[in-house]
């Protein structure tokens, strides 16, 4: 089992940044993917940012230029630096972790509690 603990949501104007923090928990395995998803109000969940072990992080059109993912998949720990919030980024932000508790097993996924980020214009 994984446990994921988020912290760095808040309230933040229109041009102002953020910081997300997440760490995993796990006793054995290997973490696979790491990266963030969100929840904006009337829409479905999307793709906010996400890197597989060995790869390189990929971003959701909407937060490209604007974001950044960086992950240490040995410290199991992910962030997502957020530049430039827009009212529209407003959301609760979930961690995502892909986690294998042994070789050649399927991967399973992990979420967060979510955080809430509130962007004011």
């Known amino acids: 089992q994984v446990q994921l603990v988020e912290s760095g949501g808040g309230l933040v104007q229109a041009g102002g940044s953020l910081r997300l923090s997440c760490d995993a928990s796990?006793?054995?395995?290997?973490?696979?993917?790491m990266g963030w998803n969100r929840q904006v109000p009337g829409n479905q969940r999307e793709l906010v940012a996400v890197?597989?072990?060995?790869?390189?992080?990929r971003y959701g059109d909407s937060v490209k230029g604007r974001f950044t993912l960086s992950s240490d998949f040995a410290q199991k720990k992910v962030y997502l630096q957020m530049n430039n919030l827009k009212p529209e980024d407003t959301g609760v932000y979930y961690c995502?972790?892909?986690?294998?508790?042994?070789?050649?097993?399927?991967?399973?996924?992990?979420w967060g509690q979510g955080t809430q980020v509130t962007v004011s214009s």
């Open positions: 995502y972790v892909g986690y294998r508790s042994r070789p050649f097993t399927s991967s399973s996924d992990y």
């Open positions: 796990a006793n054995t395995g290997s973490i696979t993917a």
């Open positions: 890197r597989v072990s060995g790869g390189a992080s």
